[in-house]
């Protein structure tokens, strides 16, 4: 099948617990969440007419190729990019749970081809979260807090029980996941309080990032409030991890 693309290229991972690895990424298009501190608002659109594609792994140059791409075409070229280096292939967007079969496709193509995976998303499709986690080695899911604006007020507690969902399922099927809140500031801490006994219930790590898209940066004592709370709550591994790739200029 075929699925739109925003671009498929080698760099190194900027966030996280994987953070410095090596990875090829393919960045799904389109995502239907509106967060406040989100860096990557071009690819919120869910048909872009083209794909931007590294010609050489790291070589930062790319040609454009037309969407919508076949499942299989997505797969060889992530695997053209890969280099003895290579950790994984980061499945990201947008929100590449969106994607849904398309995403199942890619992710199982290139499985097949002894790849290892890497999905990072919102967790806020867990029908699709479902189908791919067979194909999964590692998950980075990313909780939404209530004020932070990716959906309408009333509809948060719904998005927020599906992460939770797709966290259960993720840890159950024994992918490496871990959790991860973006922290705009104080402005947060009240909403993070909220929902940190639920955080902890799931007994997985956790990333606090402070966020970084067009704003201050968040000074580390607005920060370790977080990071104590969830300690408080019952949160066993908790770490604070910056946007690292933003040292080199890297989007
Ligand atoms: S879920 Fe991710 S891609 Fe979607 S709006 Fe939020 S930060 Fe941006």
Redesign the pocket.
Known sequence: MRGHVGEIFSSVQGEGLLVGRRQVFIRFAG?????S?????R??DPKPTECRVEVSPGAGRFRRVRNPLPAEEVAERALALLTPDTHSVSLT???PLEAGDFLVEVASSLEGRGVRLYLE??G?QPATMERVLPYLRHLSL?V?LRG?G?VPEKEWEGLFEREMDCARMASRAGAETFLKV?VRGEEDLKDFEGVCDRLAELGLPLVLQPATAGRRVVPLRELLPFSRAAAERGVREIALIPQVHRLWGVR
């Open positions: 995502c239907s969440l509106r967060c501190y989100c860096d990557t608002r690819y919120w967007g947008g929100e998303t919102n806020s990313c939404k932070q990716s973006v």
